[in-house]
């Protein structure tokens, strides 16, 4: 999901560039990329950086526009970028920042010139996987108990009924046959 929000914020990265070119105004950055973020992910946060400054052209917190980026993951890339190397234009990473374990996905856009940059809170990511593990693993145990449950009365009834029918048996197989017309009609009737 953040490759696919960075892919498509690269796309107005390349409209704004080919409206604008290289002065593409701080108020457009504001305007298109202020709004996005991962919904219910409160520590998720998009910034675009320059490549080769490896200044941040947008970030949420306004005292960090201007500055060059922290994030060690996407200077490396900025700094593989301007040293010639290879590099994926397109990827996912974890790190550390902060001591906060972190996802970050970004693209490069308009010929290597600017990475987007979505980056969030690994646990925030996986707080929602762990609640639907939680309910899955607790819908699971009660579901087997259920199950369990219906298995032992059924089993009972039948080992119940079995029994009787194996006592008649005995009794008829020992030429006991006075006695037990009530229980031989019983049985005959069941199905």
């Not at 992910?41 to 941040?56: A, E, F, G, I, Y």
């Not at 108990?145 to 298995?151: C, D, Q, T």
Request: with cysteine; aromatic share 8%.
């Amino acid at each position: 999901y953040l490759k696919g929000l960075t892919t498509s914020s690269r796309d107005i990265v390349e409209t704004l560039y080919e409206k604008y070119s290289d002065n593409i105004p701080d108020n457009e950055w504001k305007k298109y990329f202020s709004d996005i973020k991962v919904e219910e992910l409160p520590s998720s946060s998009v910034c675009v950086v320059d490549v080769k400054t490896t200044n941040m052209l947008y970030h949420k917190t306004a005292e960090k526009i201007g500055q060059p980026v922290s994030n060690e993951v996407i200077l490396g890339l900025c700094n593989d970028i301007n040293a010639g190397k290879n590099f994926e234009k397109d990827a996912y990473v974890e790190y550390k920042f902060d001591g906060e374990k972190k996802i970050v996905a970004y693209s490069v856009a308009v010929s290597d010139k600017y990475v987007i940059v979505i980056s969030a809170d690994k646990k925030d990511i996986t707080s929602c996987v762990n609640i639907i593990i939680v309910k899955s693993v607790a819908f699971s145990l009660i579901s087997m108990f259920i199950i369990l449950g219906a298995a032992v009365f059924i089993s009972t009834k039948v080992m119940k009924q079995l029994d009787e029918v194996t006592e008649v048996v005995q009794q008829l197989g020992r030429l006991e046959l006075n006695g037990n017309d009530e229980k031989v009609e019983e049985l005959c009737n069941r199905k």
